[in-house]
């Protein structure tokens, strides 16, 4: 019998604490979150309009409506157009009608890079009120 009860305390003091591991686990997870930096991605910053069942007012159809397909290419007035050359069709739409706006309708598959040099060349005649607008 003296054999039997040897083992049984030799089994028991055999048993390893974890509290200092886990002491040392959760001071490291408070030093990685008070140590991680935030960053905030840049990216453009546009609002959707609210949706709704009315159709849209007659002044909606004077604006100028740019149509980007899947594969980025972009359609005036149904021809198609080189970025080089908006410039000088967003002139000569807007000189027709100074209250007209830009929209730009894309396909969700399109490149946004499209958007944002449709966005530039938009500027650079003047318009500066363009809106993006995606396909369903």
Known sequence: MALGSRRRSDDEDAQIDL??????VFIMLIFFIVTA????EAG??????????????????ANIVLRVAEDNQIYLEGRR??????????????????Q??????A??????????????QAREAGV?????STEE
């Open 81 to 98: 157009v080189d970025v080089r050359s908006i410039r000088a069709n967003v002139e000569r739409a807007y000189a027709e009608n100074p």
């Open 37 to 40: 930096s935030f960053v905030q």
């Open 128 to 132: 500066y009120d363009v809106s993006l």
């Open 100 to 105: 007209a706006k830009v929209i730009v309708q």
């Open 44 to 61: 453009l910053d546009f609002q959707r309009p609210p949706v709704s069942d009315q159709p849209p007012p007659d002044s909606a159809k």
């Open 107 to 120: 396909h969700p598959r399109a490149n946004t890079s499209v958007f944002v040099r449709i966005a530039d």
């Open 19 to 24: 509290t200092p591991m886990l002491d040392v």
